[in-house]
């Protein structure tokens, strides 16, 4: 029989190397996501939405998503103006999030429900161009603006 001393060490190695398993990406800088939108618009979240795996709305919000699990959140936006796109945007479009954040439906509609901003996007899917930091705030519109007509 092992001694509790030798198993507390094992759980204690165990616990600090749990941070090193978060799932995270690296910041992107502005100017390259704006250049890889071709969807950019203001708009408000006014629905923050999850479905699993075979498309079945999920309403617990303790449902996570992460990597492992087949759940999908998707933020309802109203957009107000559109700044670029390719076709029309509808004036209701669902932008579906990274599902390999640790997540859950509560804590994104906390986050994300009411808030405004300018939102790049990609595909007809209305995809978010990067996991994250493609929500900007309505104030970084002159320079989102001007890296849009930047070479």
């Known amino acids: ?21 978060a799932t995270s990406v690296a910041p992107k800088p502005l100017q390259d996501m704006v250049a890889e939108a071709d969807q950019i618009v203001r708009a ?16 617990d919000p303790d449902a996570p998503t992460g990597p492992g699990v087949s759940n999908e959140i998707r933020l309802v936006l ?3 103006d559109v700044l670029r796109s390719p076709r029309k945007v509808p004036g209701t479009i669902r932008v579906p999030l990274w599902t390999m954040w640790h997540d859950s439906l509560g804590r994104a509609r906390g986050a994300y429900l009411h808030s405004e901003g300018i939102f790049l996007l990609k595909s007809e899917r209305h995809a978010p161009v990067y996991p994250m930091d ?11 603006q001007a890296l849009m007509g930047a070479p």
């Open 1 to 21: 029989m092992k001694s509790p001393a030798i198993l507390l060490a094992g759980l204690l190695c165990l616990g600090a190397a749990m941070p090193a398993l």
């Open 44 to 59: 408000t979240v006014v629905a923050v939405e999850m479905v699993d795996g075979r498309g079945r709305s999920l309403t």
């Open 78 to 80: 109203q957009v107000q």
């Open 134 to 144: 493609f929500q900007r705030p309505l104030e970084e519109r002159a320079r989102i």
